[in-house]
């Protein structure tokens, strides 16, 4: 059985940084593309970042770039995503999830297994 816990949301001023760190079990996290999603209230599931299975290649929602850095660490089996400088839209819930495709897709169709999510909210 495949598990997701992202860790490390809180409560933040705008123009700060968190890490978040999702731990996979139940499998090998290098057979598998990762990416982070947040979801806000009322709104759509949105891609943030994904990595490839080496960590080389990486992809950003435009809205995130230069500010979100995605890596991951395949012999602790977890991904992480630094947020730095964040501001107030940035706040949702963040899900990590798997991709066992051969690409780093933004649709949340593609992601076969997902964590609970952790609420990260930045106020102004």
């Known amino acids: 059985q495949v598990q997701l816990v992202e860790s490390g949301g809180g409560l933040v001023q705008a123009g700060g940084s968190l890490r978040l760190s999702c731990v996979v079990s139940?499998?090998?996290?290098?057979?598998?593309?990762m990416a982070w999603f947040r979801q806000a209230p009322g709104k759509e599931r949105e891609f943030v970042a994904g990595?490839?299975?080496?960590?080389?290649?990486?992809a950003y929602a435009d809205s995130v770039k230069g500010r979100f850095t995605i890596s991951r660490d395949n012999a602790k089996n977890t991904v992480y995503l630094q947020m730095n400088s964040l501001k107030p839209e940035d706040t949702a819930v963040y899900y990590c999830?798997?991709?066992?495709?051969?690409?780093?897709?933004?649709?949340?169709?593609?992601?076969?297994?997902w964590g609970q999510g952790t609420q990260v909210t930045v106020s102004s």
């Open positions: 999830a798997t991709n066992p495709n051969w690409g780093i897709y933004y649709g949340p169709s593609y992601y076969n297994y």
């Open positions: 139940g499998r090998t996290l290098s057979n598998y593309i």
């Open positions: 990595i490839g299975r080496s960590g080389t290649n990486t």
